[in-house]
């Protein structure tokens, strides 16, 4: 039976896995750490030099090319790297919790031991992400390619509309399908990603205002607040980002909860001194003996 | 329709080669039967037994062409099918005045590359001496095979763009001889002025748009019609036909009282320092052929075309010509668009142009002003395109950035999202690797690309460093000198160089020794700062009667604060581009000074003395050499710049992806 998505369980579920929470914003911070060296030790001097009253006209997207240019490779490949890092890091604390988490024998919430959920199931979570991305880049670029012919200019403006509606639709369809069908394929027994996220799909779609409800309360603010630094310019910019991380993270591990099923209990062990739960029936066995 | 009126000519160049054509257009086969008449007059002070012809569409003959081996990955296009592809142009009688046969002694030459397989340039022996001052007459039938689409002219479909599609006569310089340059990819050309009467028959109801005005037409007949152009004072002619159902033609006009905006009137005036009526524009006709696709971007063209107008007329002089027409090519031959010929530019747009976030660039007025900008560099200053072409591609584009910088500033287009154009062209330049030279001749770049980055923003940006060099009314006023004492001439770099020493008052060929015929680059950097204390005085001083023993004055130290020191000033040129250049101090105790280096030496060092800190050193802040790419070294301070936001090089990389989106989408 499929799990109801409740935005408020997800909340809940959050807030106690505070560890995973801290975990998933450290590594963010982390993994782009490198790339903040390289940037700095190459900008640093120069950008120290820069005007009180910040470049002449034009000038600063000047500087920064010749600044960055020398590095723009090394950049590129730390940047890449750092960027896969990620990726592999969301594949494993996605499985490990939904592992974690429909492990009846599990109850405390313990990040090595939720990770360790995770590494035995990562190369399976791993496929289902890549099942996700290459949907969303195909059905990012299908509703384009008609402009790309030589379509009369009536059918321009209805072209452009209808590719922005089919990739905000298609895009939250392949990750809704992708999440929900990670809790399916956390379920022992279960290894093929290309049917779990068919699954996935198939529950979405019976479920639709219940599987967007989280998307919007939980993911939309969750990417609002990952890019949202880059407009603050105040004085503890520094701060704020990482303020604003933390809190994308906990919607991202909130986002990831409003899915999960209900948490299955262990089995309670049978006494034999206690009289069995179930109903029974007397049978009266027939004697010689006359009861009076 | 009735021919328009024409301004005053005013010198005897105008009428050096005037030709007669008459054309018909074969839809079917795109091809050209022509019959021509050309009445040459020799302005110079030599005298010549021969001319030269230029037969440019020969250069689509085949893939072995100088044109086609210097357009490298277009060459490679597919050819074939029922849609053609190659083209040519044959000469199949020529006759002089007395009615002598030339065609016997017409024989192609390849002075630029010997290439035995281009046929774009053909000398004929004439059978007399022409003496300076003389005229001839020439008599020629010829037919042409248009080429399928590749660049400049041909046909798609339906649509026939039809330029340097006749034989023309090159230009006769005197002394230096003929100007028998081949077609180039990366050249385009140089004719001399002349008055053209051209008759062309197309398919009935086709539309037509061509250089000069339509003076008459006959009524449909046989399935086809006739028309008459007629142009006067202009080097080339080029005209454009298609089906109605495919291109629809627009009449519209430039007015002067509707059309300039008074933000620009006011600001001539002043620069240029001339009354108002000097300044006063006159009316004319625009005419757009649009593709039917392209309707939704019409008012946006007609606009960018207005602003052009008005912009080239207040800086540049009144537009002589009485009409202007645009054609902007359909899907298919955008490669005719982006191109100029005597009042008929060719430009272009998308159909995602409509449309946000496309529409945010300024693609349609880019294109229109620097097309509409060649009417004036090339088409009234007509200089060498081959030998010269930063003159007038470099001189055109700086025009266009300064006239596309006020559209933006004063908000004339609204659906632009507005970016400092000039910082975009330093940009472009700041790609490349190696120095570049302006000035070569346009086939002689190492890549198709160089020619573009050498003639048109490394130009441009040359002529907007003299523009801050020497303040923007003498350079206003010297670019003014130039074009109204050079209009229906041929001038050289020499000439542009000597209206702006003229207008600025002090010599500039140095400048443009380095920036246009050198490869040398701008790069200044502060190369130190240090403070110091006044050393402490010792020793003697001779005080013209006796030595006197001196007095200690200070300890010698570095740092400490609020008391009379030396600061030390060292500036360094690390490029080879020597010149003027402002420094701006700024001390602790909130004044600024500035200096100005000649940039003669490498280094210089400066010791300057105040009661405070020297807090921050900025050279060129004003940005007065735009041809400086290196800046980041131009900046020292003392204490350092507050930290920087942590992802402060995504947000500048997002805004540089922007900018590129801008430029060339």
Known sequence: MAARPSTVAGFRLAARLHRVVASVWLAWVAIFVPSLVVVDAAAGPQRANRPAGGFGAGEDLLVFFEIMRPVAMPLAVVFAFACLLLIAWCVLWHAGVARWWLDPATDEARLAQILGHGLPAWWRFARLAMIALVLQVTTTAAPWLPLLADVEQRFVLPLLIFGSVATVVATVLVWLAAFRGGWLLAEPGRSSALMAWFRGLGVAVRQPLRSLLPVLVWAVPGIALLALPLLYNGPVAALFLLAAWLLAAFCMVALHMSYAPPKPQPPKPVSPLEPPTAPYVTTRIPTLLRDD | ?665
């Open chain 2, 1 to 665: 329709m009735a021919g328009g009126a024409w301004a005053e000519t005013p010198a005897a160049a105008v009428d050096t080669a005037n030709y007669r054509i008459e054309v018909v257009l074969d839809p079917e086969n795109h091809r050209l039967q022509g019959v021509e008449k050309v009445r040459w007059t020799n302005r110079t002070g030599e005298a010549t037994d021969e001319i030269y012809l230029h037969l440019y569409l020969n250069a689509f003959a085949s893939s072995k062409t100088t044109f086609m081996r210097e357009l490298e990955w277009k060459s490679l296009r597919n050819r074939s099918g029922s849609e053609g592809g190659w083209g040519w142009i044959r000469v199949s009688r020529l006759t002089f005045d007395d009615g002598s046969d030339l065609l016997p002694t017409m024989a192609f030459v390849r002075p630029d590359d010997g290439n035995p397989d281009d046929f774009t340039v053909a000398r004929v022996q004439l059978p007399r001496i022409v003496e300076p001052g003389g005229v001839i007459d020439i008599e020629l039938d010829f037919e042409a095979q248009l080429p399928s689409i590749i660049a400049r002219t041909g046909f798609v479909g339906d649509f026939h763009f039809i330029g340097q599609w006749f034989p023309k006569i090159a230009v006769f310089r005197g002394e230096r001889g003929w100007n028998d340059h081949q077609f180039h990819a990366h050249s385009e050309y140089f004719a001399d002025f002349g008055s053209y009467l051209v008759t062309i028959t197309v398919p009935a109801a086709w539309v037509l748009g061509a250089t000069g005005i339509e003076v008459r037409r006959s009524p449909p007949e046989a399935g086809r019609q006739t028309v008459v152009f007629r142009a006067e004072r202009v080097h080339d002619f080029a005209w454009c036909t298609a089906p109605p159902d495919l291109m629809e033609v627009i009449e519209t006009d430039f007015e002067p009282g509707r059309d300039l905006p008074i933000s620009w009137f006011e600001r001539a005036r002043t620069l240029l320092d001339r009354s108002a009526a000097d300044l006063e524009l006159p009316p004319m006709r625009l005419r757009l052929m649009v593709p039917r696709e392209q309707l939704k971007m019409v008012p946006r063209m007609i606009r960018a075309a207005r602003l052009s107008v008005a912009w080239f007329g207040l800086y540049y002089g009144a537009y002589p010509y009485p009409q202007l027409t645009i054609v902007s090519p359909p899907v298919g031959a955008e490669e005719v668009g982006g191109m100029e010929y005597p009042t008929l530019i060719a430009t272009g747009a998308d159909r995602l142009d409509a449309y946000p976030p496309f529409s945010w660039s300024s693609d349609i007025e880019a294109l229109t002003v620097h097309e509409f900008g060649h009417q004036y560099f090339q088409g009234l200053v007509a200089s060498n395109e081959f030998e010269e072409a930063w003159l007038d591609e470099g001189v055109t584009s700086y025009a266009e950035i300064s006239c596309l910088t006020a559209i933006a500033a004063d908000g004339l287009v609204p659906e632009i999202v507005g970016y400092d154009y000039w910082a975009a062209e330093r940009l472009a330049l700041a790609f490349t690797n190696l120095p570049v030279t302006v000035g070569r001749r346009a086939w002689e770049y190492r890549h198709g690309w160089i020619y573009y980055l050498a003639s048109y923003t490394k130009m441009a940006l040359a002529l907007r460093t003299v523009e801050g060099l020497i303040g923007p009314e003498s350079m206003a006023r010297g670019m003014r000198s130039y074009v109204d004492r050079f209009r229906f001439r041929h001038p050289t770099g020499s000439d542009l160089i000597g209206a702006l020493s003229e207008a600025a008052g002090w010599d500039l060929v140095p400048f443009f020794d380095q920036a246009v015929y050198g490869d040398v680059v701008a790069d200044w950097a502060v190369l130190a700062v240090n403070h110091k204390r006044p050393s402490s005085a010792e020793g003697f001083r001779w005080n013209g009667e006796a030595w006197r023993e001196l007095d200690q004055e200070q300890a010698t130290a570095e740092g400490g604060d609020g008391e009379s020191r030396v600061v030390e000033v060292e500036l360094g040129r690390r490029g080879e581009f020597v010149g003027p250049v402002e420094v701006e101090l700024r001390w602790s105790d909130g004044t600024t000074e500035r200096r100005t280096w000649d940039g003669e030496t490498r280094w210089v060092r400066w010791r300057l003395e105040g009661s405070g800190r020297l807090e921050q050193v900025s050279i060129d802040p004003d940005v007065v050499w735009a041809l400086e790419t290196n800046r980041a070294d131009n900046y020292w301070r003392d204490r350092m710049a507050q930290a920087d936001h942590p992802l402060w090089w995504i947000r500048e990389g997002l805004r540089l992806v922007g900018y590129v989106f801008l430029r060339f989408s």
